[in-house]
């Protein structure tokens, strides 16, 4: 719904929930394993491009925030964490996260693979390519909005047209 990176999600607490839009500040990080240390989860204070991001809310994603804080206080009442979890970090996984998106995928339909669907920044390509096409090509607010710098839209995610563009387009020039 904001194209969050998957491991943005984790670390949202409930203060990072504004009336008129939600920050990113924070994000989980996966360290790998090493020698003797398994591999494990870590909150740090800042996102991957050490900004922090202001995620407008709008009606759906208000409306699913309404019901995320209702079932969060009935189960979670004492989380500061809008996705927690009983473990060491309190809160939920990239991996969490990731496989829920892989059964979405699945129930869907969608298959996952390397020429087609690679990942979670499948969804974010979309939702920043929605956002590009809806606002007249505004990659600037794009980028805002996503975490990312015009260039980096530009050259990665920015991937589909505005289809009724397009076909305006096709329409005023003259076929031969």
């Known amino acids: 719904m904001c194209g969050a990176r998957r491991g943005e999600i984790p670390p949202l607490r409930i203060c990072d929930i504004y009336p008129a839009y939600i920050v990113f500040a924070r994000e989980q990080i996966t360290v790998k394993k090493f020698n003797d240390v398994s591999e494990y989860c870590k909150i740090v204070d800042h996102t991957k491009t050490y900004k922090n991001r202001y995620f407008a809310r709008y009606d759906q994603l208000n409306d699913f ?16 964490y809008l996705f927690p979890a009983n473990n060491e970090n309190g809160i939920i996984s990239n991996n969490t996260v990731y496989n829920y998106y892989r059964r979405v995928c699945k129930k869907l339909g969608i298959k996952i693979c390397r020429d087609e669907i690679k990942g979670t920044h499948s969804f974010r390509r979309n939702a920043i390519t929605d956002v590009i096409n809806a606002s007249d090509g505004n990659i600037v607010l794009a980028s805002s909005l996503f975490g990312n710098s015009p260039q980096i839209a530009q050259k990665n995610y920015y991937t589909g047209i505005d289809m009724n563009l397009a076909v305006a387009t096709l329409n005023k020039r003259v076929l031969h």
Request: proline share 6%.
């Open 65 to 80: 925030l309404d019901r995320l804080i209702e079932v969060h206080d009935s189960y979670y009442p004492k989380s500061i």
